[in-house]
């Protein structure tokens, strides 16, 4: 008999158990110490869970740990959650936490026998990990601040919660072929990425104050690295319409012989956009709309740092950055500490891993920047800071070959210490393998992790150099790789050189400085020259 392939694999531990039915197995597991069977480790992913690398330094360590995410609807967390959060992080997590780039928190170190209680707290607060991993429709994105900033196009929260009730843990979704990205926004600076979304809904005003959504299908990162193709616009009230039709199609039609090609842009492919349009007007009773293309704003100036009043009068919302996402335990308490202490209730996670408090009184919000500032939280990030990312990396995921979240601090610090004066935003990526968890081909300057041979012939974990790469609507573009295999020793000399020859070129901006540099512009002259 021929041996299984990794899809066909898939689909019959699918098929045999529904992901969502595998919780009183991990009860089992949990209360009688049993082993856990294989097949289950992947079924686990449907409640947040992934099984993850040995750390190297409890090689004598035989203890399964996993990866747990939890789901953070709008981002949103409370004082009372992040307290709970703090207490599980310290407890079961050996003090980690970290926020992801779909505004979910991330723990490490997880033992199955500690998952009840877990469980039991996150419930006790409102929590869940369901469907925040596997073959299901994940955490939809949207914008940290939908219903507080003054300048929003369009307040999306009901629509939002609208989603996330179809959506989640919904049973008739629990099988798609891969995993399903959805987003929605009515942003003015489009913070939510719908470029790289399975399915967008984006706000948009026309010259008659007619506000509509852009539907945008078939964007990703992965395998199906394509940007999402515009097909149309809706009204607000036709945006759940639209997002049942679109998972529906996927569900019923989806590729599922391949995994590496079974994502709704794959589908999208095959099919060719036309026919997926056909298909989709059998099962929506309006039209489309054909208007002009939207203008969006350039991913580097996609954020919401600072104080800013919102909404409510006397209130004011406060966007603050943190390193790669890394909060860890100690800064999910002092949080909580602050917030309560100047009479703050909400946070809200952005899609670049940081936050904003989202209700503090206005009198109150410049002594809350203050404090958070002091805990390396701060409202007025410095430009390197303020636009970077990091994936899990090889100390914890299983794909990963290289390390990001500590190389990724070195880094920004670094950079900060070298150029105290550079006061334009950078967008920079540490990426542990090869994919794109931390948007390596989207930013200015992308790290993707890479094994190959140094000078002495001996194999090394280190990076390939990605440069130039944007969301910006129609004008988004991918990052192009470099031939240029960077050690981990030598990340920050590489990074450096790059800063410095920018400055010391004609270029009025570092994209257009990458932009010359990448098509061989002779006006520029430059070496990837690495000073340690």
């Known amino acids: ?215 945008c299908v078939g964007g990703g990162l992965g395998s199906n690295k394509q940007f999402a193709i515009h097909i149309g616009y809706i009204k607000p009230e036709q945006v759940l319409d639209v997002a049942k039709s679109v998972t529906e199609i996927y569900r019923d039609f989806g590729l599922r012989e391949n995994r590496n090609k079974a994502r709704l842009g794959h589908l999208i492919d095959e099919w060719g956009i036309e026919k997926f349009k056909e298909k989709l007007d059998e099962y929506i009773d309006f039209k489309l709309l054909n208007k002009e293309i939207q203008e969006y704003t350039p991913y580097i100036k996609r954020e919401h740092y600072g104080i800013h009043h919102s909404k409510k009068s006397g209130e004011s919302y406060v966007g603050c950055a943190i390193n790669g996402g890394t909060i860890r335990s100690e800064g999910l308490s002092n949080l909580a500490n602050i917030m309560q202490k100047h009479g703050a209730s909400t946070i809200k996670v952005t899609p670049t891993q940081n936050f904003v408090v989202a209700d503090v009184a206005t009198k109150n919000a410049n002594d809350l920047a203050k404090d958070l500032n002091l805990l390396d939280m701060g409202a007025n990030p410095n430009p390197f800071k303020a636009r970077s990312i990091s994936c899990t990396g090889a100390k914890f995921c299983k794909y990963g070959i290289s390390e990001t979240k500590g190389v990724a601090i070195d880094l920004i610090n670094y950079l900060n210490e070298k150029f105290p004066d550079f006061n334009e935003r950078v967008s920079i990526s540490l990426n542990g393998c090869p994919n794109s968890c931390s948007l390596p081909y989207l930013v200015n300057i992308g790290l993707a992790g890479k094994k190959f041979k140094d000078e002495n012939g001996k194999t090394i974990a280190g990076f390939d150099l990605v440069l130039g790469g944007n969301l910006e609507g129609s004008k988004s573009k991918f990052g192009d790789k470099m031939k240029l295999k960077i050690k981990p020793d030598e990340v920050n000399g590489v990074i450096e050189n790059i800063i410095d020859n920018y400055l010391k070129s004609s270029k009025k901006s570092l994209n257009l400085f990458l932009n010359a540099l990448l098509i061989g512009d002779e006006s520029i002259t430059y070496s990837f020259k690495i000073s340690t």
């Open 1 to 215: 008999m021929a041996k299984e392939t990794k899809g066909q694999r898939i689909a019959r531990i699918k098929d045999e158990k529904s992901g969502l039915d595998v919780l009183k197995n991990i009860y089992e597991y949990a209360i009688y110490s049993k082993e856990v069977d294989p097949e289950d480790i992947d079924r686990f992913k449907w409640y947040g869970l992934y099984l993850q690398n040995k750390d190297p330094l409890d090689m004598d360590d035989d203890t399964q740990y996993f990866m747990s995410r939890i789901k953070l609807v709008q981002g949103s967390l409370n004082i009372e959650q992040i307290r709970a959060l703090a207490g599980i992080s310290k407890d079961f997590a050996r003090g980690t936490a970290t926020f992801t780039t779909r505004s979910d928190l991330q723990f490490h170190y997880i033992r199955v026998r500690d998952l009840p209680e877990i469980f039991f707290r996150l419930d006790q607060v409102g929590l869940t990990t369901v469907y925040a991993a596997g073959d299901v429709p994940r955490n939809i994105a949207t914008c940290p601040v939908a219903g507080i900033d003054k300048n929003e196009i369009y307040d999306v929260t009901q629509l939002t919660l609208e989603l996330y009730n179809y959506i989640g843990g919904n049973r008739s979704l629990v099988n798609l072929p891969r995993k399903y990205k959805i987003g929605i926004s009515g942003c003015s600076k489009h913070c939510m990425g719908h470029e790289i979304q399975d399915l967008s809904f984006t706000a948009v005003e026309f010259q008659n104050k007619e506000i509509l959504f852009d539907v």
